[in-house]
């Protein structure tokens, strides 16, 4: 199969899940600012979950095009990263609901590291299936960032119920480190091309 079944399908179901966390966000009663209030939270959470399901497609989309066709095993991969993106709702709607609570907090950064777990297995089948020589093996060389990512969701996941305005520091601060653009499968591409 090629790739862009797999690359279409995972596009409707992050829009569907972008589309599902913003009907979460309930308009507030009252018609001044003020009312404004208690939705902020709901809408920090939102707006930060938003960047990371943007990270996603984004890089989803970057690596599947180092691949020319899908195996069963990249499927069942992909399905995998998606069902933890699916819970992304969820954990965001409850952490933000609940004004950023240790367990909640701890619960959204269970989701994120899963699901960066799962990107990582992903990304495995593809490397995989291509063999030694992949575009994808190139582009991703040392990978600091997939490997410092999950450390930092495990220290923040832990953090939560002590300091949970530093564990959402670190959420942060991971999605900052991914929100740089990464180049490096755009150069192996066009270098690849040439």
């Given amino acids: 199969m090629k790739t862009n079944r797999l690359e279409a399908f995972s596009d409707g179901v992050i829009a569907i899940i972008i589309t599902i966390m913003v009907l979460e966000m309930k308009v507030p009663h009252g018609e001044d600012l003020a009312s404004l209030t208690p939705v902020i939270p709901v809408f920090l959470s939102y707006v930060l979950s938003f960047i990371y399901l943007g990270i996603y497609w984004n890089n989803h989309h970057h690596m599947l ?18 069902f933890w993106l699916s819970l992304v709702p969820f954990a965001t709607g409850w952490m ?19 699901a960066a777990i799962a990107y990582f297995i992903l990304q495995t089948m593809i490397i995989k299936s291509q063999g ?23 220290a923040a996941i832990l953090l939560a119920f002590q300091w949970r305005w530093v564990s959402m520091a670190l959420y942060v601060a991971v999605a900052l480190i991914w929100l740089v653009p990464d180049r490096r499968i755009e150069h192996v591409l066009q270098d690849h091309d040439a």
């Fill in 65 to 82: 095009h180092t691949t020319q066709h899908v195996s069963g095993p990249m499927l069942w991969a992909n399905l995998h990263l998606l």
């Fill in 96 to 114: 933000g609901e609940n004004h950023f609570a240790p367990a909640p907090t701890a619960v959204y950064g269970v989701v994120l590291l899963m």
């Fill in 132 to 154: 030694s020589g992949s575009l994808l093996q190139k582009a991703i060389g040392n990978d600091w960032k997939g490997k410092v990512s999950p450390l930092l969701y495990a």
